[in-house]
């Protein structure tokens, strides 16, 4: 693992060098486009991008957890999880170098 983050502005300036916008613009789109994303989600929808996956909100129930330091017995309230699921075109070029016998 490199341990490398790509953040938004680096993803703007990538939008303005492939696309050609101005670098607001490009700023601009790259919101308009996560905005989209996260308000799809907080409204429960389920958000598909081709050949990349597909992110969607899952509820999880309430459970019992146990504190490590203590051993002690806690609730985990229900929540809702993000979860997103890789495209097999996506799945495929991260693997694509990770065939038996070629080394890790």
């Known amino acids: 693992m490199s341990g ?3 953040t938004r502005v680096q993803l703007s300036e990538a ?3 492939e696309v050609g916008l101005s670098r607001n613009e490009s700023a601009d789109l790259l ?3 996560l905005s ?3 308000n799809a989600l907080s409204r429960g929808e389920t958000v ?3 050949s990349f996956g597909s992110f969607s909100v899952r509820q999880k129930g309430q459970r019992i957890g146990r504190n ?3 051993g002690e017995e806690v609730p985990i309230l229900p929540r809702k999880v993000l979860v997103f699921r890789p495209s097999q075109v996506l799945k495929s ?3 694509k170098d990770r065939r038996p016998g070629a080394g890790i």
Do not use: C, F, L
């Open 4 to 6: 490398r983050t790509i």
């Open 48 to 50: 598909k991008i081709s």
């Open 31 to 33: 919101e308009a486009v």
């Open 93 to 95: 070029r991260i693997n």
């Open 36 to 38: 989209q994303i996260s």
């Open 15 to 17: 939008v303005y060098q």
């Open 68 to 70: 490590p330091k203590t």
